[in-house]
């Protein structure tokens, strides 16, 4: 009788998850549930994209401090037309 039991149990529970498991794919194929993976990727997509252009803008200051470092005129000597002096603070 207790195996008869622990099977009926068993086959429940198999059988709660395996329509819980259908209807969560039958809903990820509907235009609803395709839309909001789509939604979440971009999301993705679009932070990654913020983060290169950060990390872009940064290199391309320190190239310019570096640059402007080595070829700034010393003292007493003039500046090019259009050269600036000082970096521009962000």
């Known amino acids: ?3 008869r039991l622990f099977y009926l149990a068993a086959g429940a529970a198999l059988g709660g998850y395996a329509v819980h498991r259908v209807h969560r794919a039958r809903r990820a ?3 609803g549930g ?3 993976r789509v939604e979440g990727r971009v999301g993705e ?3 990654a994209l913020r983060e290169l252009n950060e990390d872009l ?3 391309v200051r320190e190239q310019e401090e570096e640059l402007l470092r080595a070829y700034a005129p010393r003292r ?3 500046l090019p037309p259009g050269a600036r002096r ?3 603070e962000d």
């Open 1 to 3: 009788m207790i195996g």
């Open 29 to 31: 194929l509907t235009p």
């Open 34 to 36: 395709i839309a909001e």
């Open 45 to 47: 997509y679009r932070g």
């Open 57 to 59: 803008a940064d290199a």
């Open 76 to 78: 007493g000597r003039a």
């Open 86 to 88: 000082e970096l521009p």
